[in-house]
Nanobody, 127 residues
Framework: QVQPVESGGGLVQAGGSLRLSCTAS??????????LGWFRQAPGKEREFVAA????????SYANSAKGRFTISRDNAKNTVYLQMNSLKPEDTAVYSC??????????????????WGQGTQVTVSS
């Protein structure tokens, strides 16, 4: 069983930064073969794509709301994916979840393309 685990969430003032981390491991899980994505869900809203990175880390994809402010990266030696979030806004408040995708091409931007999901970490941005 694969269970991604997120960390790094918290309360931050608008304009501040946070770095989220997500580790994923399993007896038969090869982290470096999976694309990784970050999604978020705010209260009363649907889950939305934030960013994703391909298995090698060479290719990334971002939601328009994240472009220029967020950076996704990964360290395959540590089985960890990161989301650096800068210039945070109150509208970034949400539960952020990471997910792993076994799709072997491209960088999945849809939740349906992901196989394993973490429980999420709360990010709250105060105005």
């Amino acid at each position: 069983q694969v269970q991604p685990v997120e960390s790094g969430g918290g309360l931050v003032q608008a304009g501040g930064s946070l770095r989220l981390s997500c580790t994923a491991s399993g007896r038969t899980f090869s982290f470096s073969r999976y694309a990784l994505g970050w999604f978020r869900q705010a209260p009363g809203k649907e889950r939305e794509f934030v960013a994703a990175i391909n298995p090698s880390g060479e290719h990334t994809s971002y939601a328009n709301s994240a472009k220029g402010r967020f950076t996704i990266s990964r360290d395959n030696a540590k089985n960890t994916v990161y989301l650096q979030m800068n210039s945070l806004k109150p509208e970034d408040t949400a539960v952020y979840s990471c997910a792993a995708s076994g799709i072997t091409y491209g960088v999945p931007g849809s939740a349906s393309g992901y196989d394993y999901w973490g429980q999420g970490t709360q990010v709250t941005v105060s105005s």
